[in-house]
């Protein structure tokens, strides 16, 4: 089946500090990802969605200069939060579309990213 | 504008059957999700509806009515490793996930 994968899995970092989340699809291209943001006990909240070589679409009320979301490869995509401060803390998780699945519109969810920022 | 709703929390006993139901409002619809999740980790895929009636895959059922924006979870043969937030979510006009809050089922023995 089609896997994604997250990096790192948790991280823990001072406020003021930039942080890279990276989301690989590992078996499929994917030439959309999808950023998400969940708070404990809530639902997913869709930050951006991610195209390979263009630039990314920010949902309203995502700030695009502090969540930097970049598509660079059909397998890759980054999320860089800079200047991160305790607000920030929280789970992210991305997911991919298989390119190949054509008649799908199933997404393709990472193990997410825990961040914690002091 | 576009909503869904669905339970906030249920309890079942194990072996028994669950129905979970969600309901949506929409103006675009291309099929509708159902995802399992596990605290602290991702959602894993169930279902994916985009006609009307019932599909069934092994102990779990998802139904769908598009013309009542309605759809159900049945979970069958509740097992302890069931609990979990089951979330469901439409995609809209533009192939974007709407997501429900999710519904935490608590499984008792």
């Known amino acids: 089946g089609a896997v994604v994968s997250q990096h790192p899995s948790r991280v823990i970092c001072k406020s003021g500090t930039s942080v890279k989340i990276e989301c690989r699809s590992l078996?499929?291209?994917?030439?959309?990802m999808f950023w998400y943001r969940q708070f404990p006990k809530k639902s997913l909240m869709l930050m951006a969605t991610?195209?390979?070589?263009?630039?990314?679409?920010?949902e309203q009320g995502v700030e695009k200069d502090k969540f930097l979301i970049n598509h660079a490869s059909l397998t890759l995509s980054t999320l860089t939060v800079t200047s991160a401060h305790p607000e920030d803390s929280s789970f992210y998780i991305c997911?991919?579309?298989?390119?190949?699945?054509?008649?799908?519109?199933?997404?393709?969810f990472g193990p997410g990213t825990r961040l914690t920022v002091l | 504008g576009q909503n869904i709703d669905q339970p906030t929390e249920m309890t079942a006993t194990e072996g028994a059957i669950v129905q979970i139901n969600c309901t949506y409002q929409?103006?675009?619809?291309?099929?509708l999700f159902w995802y399992q999740q596990h605290a602290g980790e991702a959602p894993t895929f169930l279902s994916y509806?985009?006609l009307d009636g019932l599909e069934e895959k092994g102990r779990f059922s998802s139904f769908l009515s598009r013309s009542k924006g309605y759809s159900y979870l049945l979970l069958k043969e509740l097992q302890m490793k069931d609990s979990a937030s089951y979330l469901c979510?439409?995609?809209?006009?533009?192939?974007?996930?709407?997501w429900g809050a999710g519904t935490k089922l608590i499984i008792k023995p």
């Open positions: 979510a439409f995609l809209d006009s533009n192939y974007q996930l709407i």
């Open positions: 078996d499929f291209q994917a030439t959309t």
């Open positions: 509806n985009v």
């Open positions: 991610s195209n390979e070589g263009s630039k990314a679409t920010y």
């Open positions: 997911s991919a579309r298989d390119l190949d699945r054509g008649d799908s519109n199933e997404q393709f």
């Open positions: 929409t103006s675009g619809f291309n099929g």
